[in-house]
């Protein structure tokens, strides 16, 4: 079959993706792209399509209709070329007990057809990224999760993939293991890798990640910058105001500013009060210069916007195939 190379600076690129099983639309017309050296973030809840999809990214199923490009080649024409340049860490990897760190690794290098010194380096550069160089000649089976985890990380990296598939990497570790992970996504991608990266730690992604998607019941819901998803469904802010005095008479105050304060589900607590507020930056410098003028001690003004977790849960249903 002919290869067909997809030109342009996307890594990896879906276009009008369909996998059925039966009755279920596991993926459901999806496409978006991702460019080099960017890290993309994949969200939805279990059975939304994620793994599917990125199944057949690491050429490990065939769509039903469209096609998929992996640093420009196509997963249906070219599935050898797009495995040279791509690195998959699933979620539930296999490791071999009886065999140690450097030897499990080697076994991976030598499958890639990685031979001689350059082998030698690309192990050595692995064991050194990942942090796992002390434990080299520790057999599988001693380490822990967190370790386990930047084996199979290294098992992705040790033939120099352009493109890195990684499904829930920071699943079960540790809030230390995590932030190393982190980090060493984020080198990565400074490096010029492209990174996409499924995960159900909503906060971790909005630090890491330069984009995402949302997907659920296999279709795709939003895709974007995290602030412009935020920015297109932040439809008000949430302020948190410090009052000082005069509590009891605060929420006639804000009531008087106008439309823009939202007091529906206004929370009282001591000093402070928060609600709703439509206006913009400043539309809340008045609101602060109406309660000062009106007599009030404003000792603290914070405002919020939603959370990529808010917006997650605002966008999606909860739905299951």
Same mark, same amino acid.
């Given at each position: 079959?002919?290869?067909?190379?997809?030109?342009?600076?996307d890594?990896?690129?879906?276009?009008?993706?369909?996998?059925?099983?039966?009755?279920?639309?596991?993926?459901?017309?999806?496409?978006?792209?991702?460019?080099?050296g960017?890290?993309?973030?994949?969200?939805?809840?279990?059975?939304?399509?994620?793994?599917?999809?990125?199944?057949?990214l690491?050429?490990?199923?065939?769509?039903?209709?469209?096609?998929?490009?992996?640093?420009?080649?196509?997963?249906?024409n070219?599935?050898?070329?797009?495995?040279?340049?791509?690195?998959?860490?699933?979620?539930?990897?296999?490791?071999?007990?009886?065999v140690?760190?450097?030897?499990?690794?080697?076994?991976?290098?030598?499958?890639?057809?990685l031979?001689?010194?350059?082998?030698?380096?690309?192990?050595?550069?692995?064991?050194?990224?990942?942090?796992?160089?002390?434990?080299?000649?520790?057999?599988?089976?001693? %380490?822990?999760? &967190?370790?386990?985890?930047?084996?199979?990380?290294? *098992?992705?990296?040790?033939?120099?993939?352009?493109?890195? @598939? /990684?499904?829930?990497?920071?699943?079960?570790?540790?809030?230390?293991?995590r932030?190393?992970?982190?980090?060493?996504?984020r080198?990565?991608?400074?490096?010029?890798?492209?990174?996409l990266?499924?995960?159900?730690?909503?906060?971790e992604?909005?630090?890491?990640?330069?984009?995402?998607?949302?997907?659920?019941?296999?279709?795709? %819901?939003?895709? &974007?910058?995290?602030?412009?998803?935020?920015?297109? *469904?932040?439809?008000?802010?949430?302020?948190?105001?410090? @009052? /000082?005095?005069?509590?009891?008479?605060?929420?006639?105050?804000?009531?008087?500013?106008?439309e823009?304060?939202?007091?529906?589900?206004?929370?009282?607590?001591?000093?402070?009060?928060?609600?709703?507020?439509?206006?913009?930056m400043?539309?809340?410098?008045a609101?602060?210069?109406?309660?000062?003028?009106?007599?009030?001690?404003?000792?603290?003004?914070?405002?919020?916007?939603?959370?990529?977790?808010?917006?997650?849960?605002?966008?999606?249903?909860g739905?299951?195939?």
């Amino acid at each position: 079959m002919i290869a067909v190379h997809s030109s342009g600076s996307d890594c990896i690129e879906l276009r009008r993706l369909h996998r059925f099983f039966g009755d279920t639309k596991a993926v459901n017309d999806v496409t978006f792209s991702v460019g080099r050296g960017q890290v993309f973030g994949y969200i939805g809840p279990n059975g939304a399509g994620k793994t599917t999809s990125m199944r057949i990214l690491a050429t490990l199923d065939l769509p039903s209709y469209g096609d998929a490009y992996v640093d420009g080649f196509s997963v249906v024409n070219d599935p050898e070329l797009v495995r040279k340049r791509l690195g998959f860490m699933p979620d539930a990897f296999g490791t071999y007990r009886d065999v140690n760190c450097s030897e499990y690794l080697d076994f991976f290098a030598r499958a890639y057809g990685l031979v001689g010194r350059h082998r030698s380096q690309r192990l050595q550069w692995v064991l050194n990224f990942t942090g796992t160089e002390g434990m080299a000649n520790k057999p599988i089976r001693g %380490l822990s999760k &967190g370790m386990k985890q930047r084996l199979c990380l290294g *098992r992705a990296l040790i033939h120099d993939p352009a493109v890195l @598939i /990684l499904d829930e990497p920071a699943a079960g570790l540790d809030p230390r293991a995590r932030i190393e992970l982190r980090q060493m996504i984020r080198q990565l991608a400074d490096r010029g890798k492209t990174i996409l990266i499924s995960s159900h730690i909503l906060t971790e992604l909005a630090e890491v990640c330069d984009s995402v998607a949302i997907i659920e019941q296999g279709q795709l %819901l939003a895709t &974007g910058s995290v602030d412009q998803i935020q920015a297109e *469904r932040q439809n008000q802010l949430e302020l948190t105001m410090r @009052i /000082l005095n005069r509590q009891d008479d605060v929420i006639e105050a804000l009531k008087g500013f106008g439309e823009s304060v939202l007091m529906d589900n206004a929370i009282i607590d001591g000093q402070f009060i928060r609600f709703g507020f439509g206006g913009d930056m400043s539309a809340q410098a008045a609101l602060v210069t109406h309660l000062v003028n009106s007599g009030f001690e404003v000792a603290e003004v914070r405002a919020e916007k939603k959370s990529l977790e808010d917006v997650f849960l605002q966008v999606t249903e909860g739905l299951v195939q």
